[in-house]
């Protein structure tokens, strides 16, 4: 059977890169001094993102993907750092050149996402898996507009504030959002929990399609999404209290908060920029409720400092025993319910002794 994926970083390695990326990105925001939105951008690029991928990372499997993984994880640093450089240079050849190597990262953590999938053999029965490789997968997307923006080009006619926040949006809903709804999800045990991965996706790739081509395609995809990470919320608040370390317990709790506070903004702004869009009103100002300027302040802070980056900690902290994520099963509350790995004529009959006695 292809190995577990998930496992959980140690100590000394958690501390190594949340201090080299915190490091670097105050260095960027004394020295660059960019804007609100570039800063949330770094912050996935120096903490979101490295994070994940450590997480994600499988202990001496020896596959491609986790030896790929593993070599990109010294890489990470240099490219987000080059991407930071970027941010720097006004747009054009310059900026773009010094953002490609961002989205190499990017696409080659895909890749491993696509090879992950493609050897499963479970591919839509394991929600955690399959967050997984959706998560890395769509980060390649926000890798790829992240360039055309610095670049100056994109597709569509859009300001350039809606490209880079396209690439805001594929690092933090393409990528932390499908990674925490598939470790949730897995260890909620509810019914319906199974379809919130693929609601993720699904109403992700259809927002992308209504912005470019239909206000009504937009609206429903955007309000798609928005009942999926709510969902989440709900199941991530749910799978907080279940944890015996307060550590994790704050960290979830605070996450799940902060993710049902930012979609709430999202859905008051998607209802605003629908109505301004039918009024021939200019469609990215949010109509008269919400404009894109406070929605990066009250939005994208929330979901980035607020849910974001307190899931990635919790998700990288070492629980107990050492070594090891706890499973799917060991995490529900109905032992009972789960399935044994061991084939029907090899496991050990559980019936009660009178049962027994009976027969």
């Known amino acids: 059977m292809y190995p577990q994926p998930v496992i959980c970083v140690t100590s000394r390695p958690l501390v190594k890169t949340c201090g080299l990326g915190t490091v670097c990105l105050l260095g960027s925001i004394l020295v660059i001094r960019p804007e609100l939105v570039a800063v949330i951008l770094l912050l996935a690029a120096f903490l979101i993102v490295p994070l994940g991928t450590r997480f994600v990372r499988r ?11 593993r070599t990109l994880c010294p890489w990470q640093l240099a490219a987000a750092v080059s991407l930071a450089a970027s941010v ?14 961002w989205m190499l990262v990017t696409w080659l953590i895909a890749l491993c996402g696509l090879i992950h999938f493609a050897r499963r053999p479970r591919k839509f029965a394991d929600r955690d898996q399959l967050g997984i490789d959706v998560a890395m997968v769509f980060l390649a997307m926000g890798g790829t507009w992240a360039v055309w923006h610095r670049g100056g080009w994109w597709p569509g006619d859009f300001p350039p504030v809606i490209a880079q926040l396209t690439a805001v949006h594929f690092h933090y809903a393409g ?13 909620a045990r509810v019914r319906g929990a199974g379809i919130v991965v693929p609601a ?34 709900s199941l991530q608040l749910r799978f ?6 307060p550590a994790m317990l704050s960290l979830f709790a605070i996450s799940s908060v902060a993710l049902l506070s930012g979609m709430g903004l999202a859905g008051v702004y998607a209802v605003g920029e629908y109505l301004g869009a039918v009024a021939a009103q200019d469609p990215y100002t949010g109509g008269a409720w919400i404009d894109i300027p406070l929605m990066i302040r009250l939005h994208g802070v929330t979901l980035s400092c607020g849910f974001a980056l307190p899931a990635m900690l919790a998700l990288s902290l070492p629980p107990t025993p050492p070594g090891r994520w706890p499973t799917a099963a060991e995490l529900s509350p109905h032992p009972q319910m789960t399935r044994s790995p061991l084939p029907d004529d090899q496991r050990p009959d559980q019936r009660s002794p009178a049962s027994t006695r009976r027969r």
Do not use: H, N, Y
Not at 90 to 99: F, H
Not at 175 to 187: D, E, K, M, N, R
Not at 240 to 245: D, K, L, M, N
């Open 59 to 69: 202990q001496a499997s020896g596959s491609m993907p986790d030896r790929l993984l």
């Open 88 to 101: 720097a240079v006004p747009v054009g050849w310059w900026s773009m050149t010094l953002a490609l190597p």
């Open 175 to 187: 990528f932390a959002l499908p990674l925490i709804a598939g470790q949730v999800s897995a260890a």
């Open 200 to 233: 993720l996706a699904v109403s992700t790739l259809l927002l992308a399609l209504g912005i470019t081509f239909s206000p009504v395609l937009e609206l429903f995809s955007a309000w798609l999404l928005i009942g999926t990470a709510i969902a989440v919320g």
């Open 240 to 245: 907080a209290f279940r944890q015996t370390r």
